[in-house]
């Protein structure tokens, strides 16, 4: 089993629409949740980070924590073409060892 | 703030010929180091990672090698390309739980 499990899609989605991206991951020893946003040809750059379980809320992004389902998801209202990008899940262990990836979503946002 | 340095941006290069690509990293101390390939339209797959100076983990059995001669400079490296090691590299820096910064990527091509 996968340490991280990301649909890759592609999610295509009508401007204005509320979006829904998912992880799920198999340790429960980890705290520390992370999402990222990687447009074409460019590298990954931090979108929102969560400590433990709860939400987090940054303007139209969304991030929530369920450790005890072990799934992560970010939310985005109101999708723009401009967010249009590779969404990746990133996993921090306690002792941050290793930043463990999603395989990332595709997200087109038509206009 | 933290700044990675990563070159080249392009390379193209034939097979069975050496490689070298170099991450340097401005800002902080200490980082954990991360070398990471994404195959088009896929997600990060980590390839190595590195705690400290001389420290360094593999993830992926491969063609491919790293290494850390000083805390801030983290190096990837083949004796021998193979046409599967075409892809985009990317190096990233995090430091504590805090947020990993990635440089701008090598996009491989091997012919």
């Known amino acids: 089993q996968k340490e991280v499990e990301q649909d890759p899609g592609p999610l295509s989605v009508p401007e204005g629409a509320i979006v829904s991206l998912n992880c799920t991951y198999s340790n429960s020893a980890f705290q520390y949740f992370m999402w990222y946003r990687q447009y074409s040809r460019k590298g990954p750059e931090l979108l929102m980070y969560?400590?433990?379980?709860g939400n987090k809320e940054d303007g139209r992004f969304t991030a929530q924590v369920d450790k005890s389902s072990k799934y992560i998801s970010l939310f985005i209202r109101d999708s723009q073409p401009s967010d249009s990008a590779t969404y990746l899940c990133?996993?921090?262990?306690?002792?941050?060892?290793?930043?463990?990836f999603g395989a990332g979503t595709i997200l087109r946002v038509k206009s | 703030s933290q700044t990675i340095h990563q070159w080249p941006a392009t390379l193209v290069q034939p097979v069975g010929s050496p490689l070298s690509l170099e991450c340097t990293v401005e800002?902080?101390?200490?980082?954990?180091l991360y070398w990471y390939r994404q195959a088009a339209g896929r997600g990060l797959q980590l390839l190595f990672y590195s705690v400290g100076i001389g420290q360094i983990s593999s993830e992926v059995p491969q063609n491919l090698s790293a290494s850390r001669p000083q805390d801030r400079q983290f190096i990837l490296s083949s004796k021998k390309l193979l046409l599967s090691d075409s892809g985009f590299y990317l190096c990233?820096?995090?430091?504590?739980?805090?947020?990993?910064?990635f440089g701008q990527g090598t996009r491989l091509t091997v012919v």
């Open positions: 800002g902080t101390s200490n980082p954990n």
């Open positions: 969560t400590y433990s379980s």
């Open positions: 990133a996993i921090d262990g306690e002792y941050g060892n290793k930043l463990v």
């Open positions: 990233a820096a995090v430091t504590g739980h805090t947020e990993a910064f």
